[in-house]
């Protein structure tokens, strides 16, 4: 019997350590599987006993790529738990910072994490070198971006003008609208970025992905909607763990997450909410999408960048129109009175769907939490991928072999520092 063994010591270009072993025995691939080292960071504990008011700025702290998402999840959560429904302006407003989360963080994983695998560089500094109008452009959308969370947050990371109810400030129109031709100029070059990916050489491969996303009647998913799946699940966000559930495996510090009935592995993230939402983007977004050679699903991992881009158009132009239309509103917030509830909420992160269940006592104060970040959803696809795709690539000489396995898990964008509330690679072939 024939064993080998290819070790990675830490994975580049991803949020957060871990690692990554890999047997092949005899020629065939026998197991994959991501190693989260990185410390547990306890979050739901420390959310315990806190005033529900608290939540989102500390649920923030989970992530500094995607605070708004953990905000916003949090935000839903409660309100769904105090029995308040936001609308109007502030739902608008609340879309819009989501946008900008969108924009700002597809933008950094496609040219900084993601891009330097299709142009043979070890990472973007040494791609900037070759590529420097390439990058330039993709930072230039990225702060677009970040000016929009700016504006409507309080500041570009951890935003600190988010509240249950609202905004503790809603903007002025002028303030918005003398953003559009920033974010007009950023939704060009978008559209460009859109057409250099789809240039890349992509492995011709697919998966037969279980793929779970929200989905909203009138509009792109980000933060309102209900849970669905290419298997026809079809539920509100409260049934999630009915369908749903997280465990343990030993050699990580991140849960996993399976599909209660059956166990099955299920993805999420873009490719997910592409696949389930196309006909909500906009005209423009699904040109572009078929200008690149996708059609209403795409299956194929690698081509994940070509989808993050696509949806980055999506947020630039949804933005502009969610300006176009603002009115100021008549306060910043709605008014809540704390009671004792249940609250659920599912939100898309860039990265993929987040859920956040939290019960209140009578004074608002938290008694339980729970956060289900993407990436952990994510981890058993992720190994999934690695033991399907990888094994194709088995040929190739020992380093190409370890940045394929490499690349194969960067098409999911992981957060481990996120899960872990990677990547070392070890390849054992005996």
Known sequence: ???????????????????????VRDGVMKSAALNIFEPPRFFEALIRGRAYSEAPDIAARICGICPVAYQMSAVHAMEDALGVRVTGPLRD?????????????????????????????????EMAR??????????????????????????????????????YRAPRKRELHALAERLERALEQALDVVRFVAGFDFPDCARDYVFVSLRHQDEYPFNEGRIVSSRGLDIAASAFDAHFEEFHVERSTALHARMRHGG??????????????????????????REAGLGPACANPYRSIIVRAVETVYALDEA????????????????????????????????????????????????????????????????????????????????????????????????????????RLHIDRG
């Not at 019997?1 to 047997?23: D, K, N």
């Not at 993929?352 to 008694?367: C, F, K, P, T």
């Open 264 to 289: 099955e592995a299920y993805l999420t993230g873009p490719l997910a909410r592409y696949a389930l939402n196309f006909a909500s983007l906009s005209p423009l977004a699904q040109q572009a999408a």
């Open 93 to 125: 407003l609340r879309r819009l910072l989501y946008c900008g989360e969108w924009i700002e963080s597809h933008m950094l994983h496609v040219h900084m994490l993601h891009m330097p695998d299709f142009l043979g560089y070890a990472g973007g500094v």
């Open 130 to 167: 070759d590529h420097g109008d390439v990058v330039r452009r993709g930072l230039a959308i990225k702060k677009a971006g970040n000016e929009i969370m700016t504006l409507v947050g309080g500041r570009e990371i951890h935003p600190i003008n988010v509240r249950v109810g609202g905004f």
């Open 320 to 423: 502009l129109r969610i300006i176009a239309r603002y009115e100021e509103p008549d306060a910043p917030f709605v008014a809540i009175e704390p009671r004792a509830g249940v609250g659920f909420a599912a939100t898309e992160a860039p990265r993929g769907m987040l859920y956040h269940r939290y019960r209140l006592e009578a004074d608002g104060a938290i008694a339980e939490a729970v956060i289900t970040p993407p990436t952990s959803q994510n981890q058993g696809m992720i190994e999934e991928d690695l033991k399907s795709l990888v094994g194709g690539f088995l040929d190739l000489p020992e380093e190409e072999l370890r940045h394929r396995c490499e690349q194969t898990v960067r098409n999911h964008d992981p957060c481990i520092s996120c899960s872990t509330h990677f990547l």
């Open 1 to 23: 019997m024939t064993t080998r063994t290819i070790s990675v010591g830490a994975l580049a270009r991803v949020e957060g350590e871990g690692g990554l072993e890999i047997v």
